[in-house]
């Protein structure tokens, strides 16, 4: 009895004694993640100017939740996630400042969870590569703290595939063991998949193709069942308001593929390699190819994924390497080979998935030559990582500011609006009528087009009781039932107004 107490009592203090040291060997492996992260946040705040202004798509997000102008026309592809991510901030501030710090905190924490998830099945020290090799492009930075959904799907594609896996989705060597251990991955599973579909359903299903296939092939039916879950909790919304709104899911889908020029095929990768250099839509997508310095990195990622192939196959844990490029391979896929156009936002998250297994392979690399010569590769390795940040940061600062000067163009139109006595409420149509009537805080129309939402009798019969304007550009004649309204130049527009008020 003695000795079974002492026994019993040497254990208790066992535990107690080695549960410090357990939380403190959690903090130090979630450490360089948080760093990475606060980082990324950090660099968001600092680099990407908070007052840059609000961007075409970003303002038609803001407006459906914004006090401070009419809701803009919300097209088929769009979804309703972005608009409820920042329903917090901007349904009482008009603040564009206090939006982006808003939507850079919350991105970099975003990134901290994502990559945690992966715990257990990478090293701390590949998770933390990986996570500065996705935070540090700019087209990451450039969108984390902006009201659009391609990071966001970005963010939910990683953390879904390391759910997934941890669930047990494939039970050989540590993958198996990180799903028995981690009960919470099939919620995580869920709540990542929720999250692609809240922001883009069509985008989170061609995320998840494999897993799906994965999924039914293994017989993994409790993954398999929530990760449906999650993608129906997400898209529900998206499909009622199909019907609701849009005459139904197979028209809005028709209508969706149709605003982007028609699904189909179209080889875009040349496309894709022109934004590069910080377009931030490339449509038309015309002219040279940027300079090479600009889109090396782009060409060196099919060959890390090839040595992270190999490297995992040494290393018997093909699930966790092979599963990431896959699910990177069919989110590009539609961006690469179905659309007639480009912007670098769309493969955001397939730049997230290759993360990882890029990371291992760059890790792997001073292990290939001979031990006298791993000096030599850790420091073309390094010298190749900074040319390729210092890159990223040249095409991050032009991009910022020549964004910056698009959307001030904007605020100056909105300023001559409102001093020529057009003030809300009020009617806006014509050349980017969209933008510069949440600027204005004015409603949009339009007549024609995928953003076509009245008629011109409609516009007519409001500017008899509201001030309206049409924008239209330099040289170009005014629509019939503007002909008659004082006008104004401004830069490449000119402006075509009436104030019922001032008896115009």
């Given amino acids: 009895m003695a000795g079974s107490a002492h026994a019993t009592l040497g254990g208790i203090r066992r535990e107690r004694s080695r549960r410090p040291s357990d939380r403190t060997g959690g903090l130090r492996t979630e450490a360089p993640l948080a760093a990475v992260a606060a980082a990324f946040t950090l660099a968001q705040l600092l680099l990407v100017r908070p007052g840059m202004g609000l961007g075409w798509d970003e303002t038609v997000y803001v407006s459906q939740v914004s006090a401070h102008a009419p809701a803009a026309f919300f097209s088929a592809p ?223 990622l099919p060959l890390l994924a090839v040595l992270a192939s190999a490297a995992a196959l040494r290393a018997r844990r093909t699930a966790a390497t092979a599963l990431p490029l896959v699910c990177a391979a069919t989110a590009a896929f539609p961006y690469l080979f179905l659309i007639g156009y480009a912007a670098p936002r769309f493969l955001l998250p397939a730049y997230a998935l290759l993360a990882v297994p890029a ?65 809300p409420p009020c009617l806006l149509t014509g050349h980017e009528a969209i933008p510069v009537a949440f600027y204005t805080g004015c409603s949009s129309a339009a007549t024609s087009g995928h953003n076509a939402n009245t008629t011109e009798d409609g516009i007519a019969r409001t500017a008899r009781r509201i001030p309206a304007a049409v924008l239209v550009p330099a040289g170009a004649r005014p629509p019939g039932y503007a002909r008659d309204w004082a006008s104004a130049p401004l830069g490449e527009v000119r402006l075509y107004y009436v104030v019922p008020e001032a008896g115009s």
């Fill in 78 to 300: 769009r979804s309703r996630g972005v608009s409820l991510l920042v329903a917090p901030i901007a349904s009482w501030s008009s603040s564009t400042a206090l939006l982006r710090i808003y939507l850079a905190c919350l991105s970099g924490l975003a990134l901290y969870l994502a990559l945690r998830a992966w715990r257990g099945l990478f090293p701390v020290r590949v998770l933390a590569l990986a996570g500065a090799l996705f935070a540090s492009l700019w087209v990451t930075l450039f969108y984390g703290p902006q009201a659009m959904p391609n990071y966001w799907v970005a963010v939910g594609a990683l953390a879904a595939v390391a759910c997934f896996l941890r669930a047990g989705a494939d039970r050989a060597g540590p993958v198996a063991r990180a799903g028995r251990a981690d009960r919470g991955a099939l919620w995580g599973l869920a709540a990542s998949a929720a999250l692609m579909a809240w922001m883009r359903p069509m985008d989170a299903v061609w995320a998840v193709l494999p897993l799906l296939a994965l999924g039914l092939l293994r017989g993994r039916r409790r993954a398999l069942c929530v990760l449906l879950a999650g993608l129906a909790a997400g898209a529900v919304e998206w499909v009622i308001e199909a019907y609701v709104g849009y005459g139904g899911l197979a028209r809005r889908l028709s209508d969706g593929s149709a605003i982007q020029g028609g699904i189909g095929w179209h080889l875009a990768v040349a496309d894709q390699l022109r934004s590069l250099d910080g377009r931030t839509l490339c449509r038309p997508c015309t002219g040279a190819l940027p300079n090479p310095v600009l889109i090396v990195w782009w060409c060196v």
């Fill in 359 to 423: 990371a291992q392979a760059l890790m792997t690399l001073p292990d290939l030559p001979r031990p006298s010569r791993r000096p030599v590769v850790v420091t073309l390795v390094c010298l190749g990582l900074a040319a390729h940040l210092a890159v990223q940061l040249a095409v991050l600062v032009r991009t910022v500011n020549g964004t910056t000067a698009s959307h001030r163009a904007w605020s100056r139109t909105a300023a001559a609006l409102h001093r020529l006595g057009v003030r």
